[in-house]
């Protein structure tokens, strides 16, 4: 989920190269913690376009997030997260991370991972 926000906040053209380079470290590192596991490469290749499918259908629940009420917001996750317990603390939680992701630069995040 933090991904998706993250995706959606700082997509544009400008940031177009270093996003899909994000991206795809991310399912790369993915895809190795699978095989670490032990997974053969058909179950990698099997639980890889299950992974990317909800990632994708993540995204695009949340593209229009600005424009949802709280209940629509609620219905969003509850796809995703059918035994959650406390589900109105986890749209408090990221609302408040896509809050701060609005407030700075994707510049901000990258100086801070890459600079020691």
């Avoid at 317990?85 to 408040?96: M, P, R, V």
């Amino acid at each position: 989920m933090h991904f998706s926000f993250f995706l959606k906040n700082y997509k544009n053209e400008e940031n177009k190269i270093i996003l899909q380079e994000i991206y795809d470290f991310n399912f790369r590192q993915l895809e190795l913690s699978i095989r670490e596991i032990g997974y053969g490469d058909q179950s990698i290749n099997k639980k890889m376009k299950d992974y990317i499918n909800l990632f994708h259908a993540m995204v695009s629940e949340i593209h229009f997030w600005e424009d949802l009420n709280k209940s629509e917001k609620l219905k969003k996750f509850s796809v995703f997260l059918t035994d959650f317990d406390d589900i109105d603390h986890l749209l408090d939680y990221f609302e408040q991370f896509n809050e701060n992701l609005s407030k700075k630069t994707l510049n901000s995040y990258l100086k801070s991972v890459s600079n020691p």
